[in-house]
């Protein structure tokens, strides 16, 4: 039953956003506990100054690029625009629809997007659950994480911000919680389907709605190396959430590892030439479309709490649940 009273804060949409993320990150409950407790520890070791400069929410949320960037405290939220990407036209936007409350992005802005290089550290997890040694997972990584961060260095991270601190708009950002859901949900697919050719992974990922609506416009799935008729081998969605593009000296280790295909979101042509020479099987899913996929399914719930969502920027809505009306 949908009671419009029901609304929320945008610290508890947040919140909710950050449990979610939790909840279906690959890397389990406990380890991501543990990953708290360590940054509790490294920060109470901290002196006064470095502590004032040191991002306290990273002391309950392991998403650097998942952050509030405009908040409106107390105010509870009935309509959100949201979508893909969310910059000053999409505010404006809002503003021309009326009484919009909330622009929540998917992709990071302002302080989330200064710190995304962060939540790349979960790659190497992921890579290790597929049988990637460790040491071999954080070490290449940590060349391509610190490229990430000088690269994101030279942007104008708050462009986005200061037009909903302008037009008075609550803002915020749900990047990798919503990568993890879209993860998630590819990874009970695909076994539940049991693929034995890489064909038969498009099929199946062009059962799941938003990827048939991609494929109206030319962007569903496809193939980017590999054949429909090769074997899948060990199939590792090691590239649908931690942030961006990981490293593409990973490929050989993927490779010695038994990995035979990945599915992912989106690949630079430099990735996919290593994946190609090490004779893995890329599919991709398509990158607005499994954006979707993970916002949908957090949307979904902000909508059940009787908030109403219009999407736009890309984001192919989609609901898995029946509304009920009271
Ligand atoms: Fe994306």
Redesign the pocket.
């Known amino acids: 039953m949908i009671k419009k009273s029901d609304t929320m804060t945008i610290k508890q949409i947040y919140g909710l956003a950050v449990e979610m993320g939790i909840k279906a990150d690959f890397r389990g409950k406990k380890e991501i506990q543990k990953f708290l407790e360590r940054t509790k520890e490294k920060f109470e070791k901290l002196n006064d100054e470095q502590k004032q400069e040191f991002d306290q929410e990273r002391l309950m949320n392991p998403y650097s690029d998942t952050r509030i960037l405009n908040d409106l405290p107390n105010k509870k939220i009935k309509r959100i625009l949201t979508g893909?990407d969310m910059e000053s036209a999409e505010m404006l936007l809002a503003k021309q629809i009326g009484d919009v409350d909330l622009i929540l992005a998917?992709?990071p802005e302002g302080k989330s997007l200064a710190s995304l290089d962060d939540v790349m550290h979960l790659q190497a997890d992921i890579l290790y659950q597929y049988g990637v040694p460790i040491n071999i997972a954080e070490g290449v990584l940590k060349e391509r994480i610190s490229e990430v961060s000088r690269g994101i260095s030279a942007i104008n991270h708050n462009r986005a911000v200061d037009a909903a601190r302008i037009l008075g708009l609550g803002f915020m950002n749900v990047h990798t919680p919503a990568d993890n859901l879209a993860a998630k949900f590819l990874d009970k697919k695909i076994k539940k389907d049991k693929p034995e050719y890489v064909g038969e992974i498009i099929k199946s990922l062009k059962e799941i709605p938003e990827h048939r609506e991609a494929m109206k416009i030319g962007a569903g799935p496809c193939l980017f190396t590999g054949s429909g008729d090769n074997r899948t081998g060990k199939i590792a969605l090691t590239e649908i959430t931690g942030g961006t593009s990981g490293s593409a000296k990973m490929y050989e280790k993927m490779a010695q590892a038994g990995i035979g295909t990945i599915v992912g979101?989106h690949m630079s042509e430099q990735h996919k030439k290593e994946a190609e020479k090490h004779n893995i099987n890329v599919v991709i899913a398509g990158?607005i479309s499994s954006?979707s996929l993970g916002m949908n399914l957090f949307l979904d719930e902000l909508e059940k709490k009787g908030i109403e969502i219009i999407p736009c920027s890309g984001l192919i809505r989609v609901k898995r649940f029946k509304k009920t009306r009271n």
């Open positions: 893909i998917h992709h979101m990158h954006d």
